[in-house]
């Protein structure tokens, strides 16, 4: 189980010491756009070396902008993506997406890592996405996920708000962004 990592020089959005706890269970990242979210999923699975990691594990990890199996071009039957791979010709990037997010109903016991799931789906996939996260972490998992989408956001309880480097109520975060970003000159 992963419990913090701190950074060890600065890079992109992070200062040199900069420490993030994560939450056995869901641990859901949201912010705005440029706040960190992506380069800390990042961090964790592509540059291990500019981190001090508390926590050891077995874990999988899937960025869907990408790793999307839709954006790959060559077919390789030895490849552990080929089944995604092919599906991804005849379905959509959400149904796609989902496939792979079907998976989680049998991990136990890793650290899941998954950055943007939530891109490319309804809302009712959405609800989905959210009820696999709750069976994921039923199952001894733990989940470190990025997201944009109100109803994930809404569905998971506590978030990890980048903006402000600190966990709040999922449906506080959404109430308060719409009533603070949109207004009559944001719909024109």
Sequence with gaps: MLKLIKFKEDWRTF???????????????????????????????????????????????????????????????????????????????????????????????VLIICDEPDQALHMESCQELVRLLNLAVERGNQIIVTVHNPVVIMGVGDVYDMDSRCWVDGVEYVEGFIGKELSEDWLI
Aim: proline share 1%.
């Design 15 to 109: 200062k040199a010491d900069e420490t993030f706890y994560f939450k056995p269970g869901l641990n859901v990242i949201v912010g705005k756009n440029g706040s960190g979210k992506s380069s800390l999923i990042h961090a964790l699975i592509r540059n291990h070396k500019i981190l001090e990691i508390d926590g050891e594990g077995d874990y999988e990890a899937f960025d869907f902008e990408k790793d999307n199996v839709r954006l790959k071009s060559k077919l390789n039957e030895s490849s552990d993506t080929f089944k995604f791979r092919l599906s991804a010709m005849f379905h959509s990037h959400g149904q796609t997406n989902l496939a792979i997010l079907n998976r989680l109903e049998v991990a136990s016991g």
